[in-house]
């Protein structure tokens, strides 16, 4: 990416996530609390102005958590 990208939930019940974007160091750079409503959530990004390297996209409750990988050049 060059810097935006979308985070998108679908097909849940209505929960509260928290999603945490994730340096290389393991410092978290940014932290959002979410609600997926009706069985959606769709939000855009934009980190174009971040340094390029890697980062993970980490969304979880106390039932489920998934990582991504996400590269900005």
Sequence with gaps: SKG????EIEGTVLQN????IVNMQGSI????????NKGQFRE????????KGV???RIY????ISTKKL???
């Design 17 to 20: 996530y928290s999603l945490d």
């Design 4 to 7: 935006k990208f979308i985070v």
């Design 44 to 51: 855009s990004f934009d980190f174009s102005n971040w340094p």
């Design 61 to 64: 409750n106390n039932q489920f």
């Design 29 to 36: 750079v940014l932290r959002k609390q979410i609600y997926v």
């Design 71 to 73: 590269i900005i050049q």
């Design 55 to 57: 980062y993970f996209i």
